[in-house]
């Protein structure tokens, strides 16, 4: 299976994702930068460059970024993180997605809102893999039918991206596949974020229309056990 990494990339964090791209290049089978910059062309030897507009955000460049695509895996990368090793990042992205039913793989990321002891299913393992109802979209692989599920979807009112991840695990769910996060893998995170989280929030209960009746089902279980899991979390360590 082939495996192309999507990095993307946003005015202050050029140099970022320049760097991350040229890292991913030494193990992916290719690499697509997707980015806006009020600079210059950003233009890399063996890196496929997308240009889009300043106001494009995660909804918008990851839709250009998928606009055409064969039957590669994905592992896609927002420019404001960092790890020790990107080129094993995308090793790891590869083997797990090469290991039938993964078809979501997720590292540990520092800061997100989905931390793994509100998003795991209750399993004891010895394996780096934990199943979860949640990823992070920061970091996130997907096997080949999952991006070309996500290929079908209408992103015109969806600039944010709030969603895609949630498409994409309950896709998963709903064909026998299972969504992991990998503990043997880490990346760091930059806090923050530049959009308003409620126009987010608007934005992806009317992409999430888009799901399929089982899709929605799943959506709807794994919705519930997160929530019903921070209760207990809230209620035992009030830190989650």
């Known amino acids: 299976m082939k495996l192309k990494a999507v990095v993307l990339g946003w005015?202050?964090?050029?140099?970022?994702?320049?760097?991350?791209?040229?890292?991913?290049?030494?193990?992916?089978?290719?690499v697509r930068?997707?980015?806006?910059?009020?600079?210059?062309?950003?233009?890399?030897?063996?890196?496929?460059?997308?240009?889009?507009?300043?106001?494009?955000?995660?909804?918008?460049?990851?839709?250009?970024?998928?606009?055409e695509w064969g039957d590669e895996a994905m592992l896609l990368v927002h420019a404001d993180t960092s790890a020790a090793d990107w080129p094993e990042v995308a090793a790891a992205c590869g083997?797990?997605?090469?290991?039938?039913?993964?078809?979501?793989?997720?590292?540990?990321i520092d800061v997100t809102?989905?931390?793994?002891?509100?998003?795991?299913?209750?399993?004891?393992?010895?394996s780096s893999y934990l199943a979860v109802a949640h990823t992070d979209a920061i970091?996130?692989?997907?096997?080949?039918d999952v991006v070309q599920r996500l290929r079908k979807l209408d992103y015109r009112e969806n600039n944010l991206?709030?969603?895609?991840?949630?498409?994409?695990?309950?896709?998963?769910?709903?064909?026998?596949?299972?969504?992991?996060?990998?503990?043997?893998?880490?990346?760091?995170?930059?806090?923050g974020s530049g959009y308003?989280?409620?126009e987010a929030a608007r934005q992806m209960d009317a992409f999430l229309r888009q799901m399929t009746l089982?899709?929605?089902?799943?959506?709807?279980?794994?919705?519930?056990m997160i929530e019903a899991r921070r209760r207990h979390l809230r209620r035992t360590s009030g830190t989650t």
């Open 196 to 198: 308003p989280p409620q």
């Open 113 to 126: 809102p989905w931390p793994t002891a509100l998003v795991q299913f209750e399993q004891s393992s010895t």
């Open 139 to 144: 970091v996130l692989g997907l096997a080949p």
């Open 33 to 67: 930068l997707t980015y806006s910059t009020r600079g210059s062309d950003i233009v890399i030897p063996g890196v496929e460059g997308i240009r889009v507009p300043s106001e494009a955000y995660f909804g918008g460049k990851f839709a250009q970024s998928i606009r």
């Open 95 to 108: 083997r797990a997605l090469s290991s039938p039913p993964i078809k979501v793989w997720a590292p540990e």
């Open 161 to 191: 991206g709030w969603g895609v991840d949630w498409v994409a695990l309950c896709y998963t769910y709903a064909n026998n596949g299972i969504a992991v996060r990998d503990r043997s893998v880490a990346i760091r995170h930059d806090p």
């Open 214 to 224: 089982t899709e929605h089902i799943q959506y709807r279980f794994l919705d519930s």
């Open 11 to 30: 005015e202050g964090k050029e140099e970022r994702a320049r760097a991350i791209a040229m890292q991913l290049r030494d193990q992916a089978d290719s």
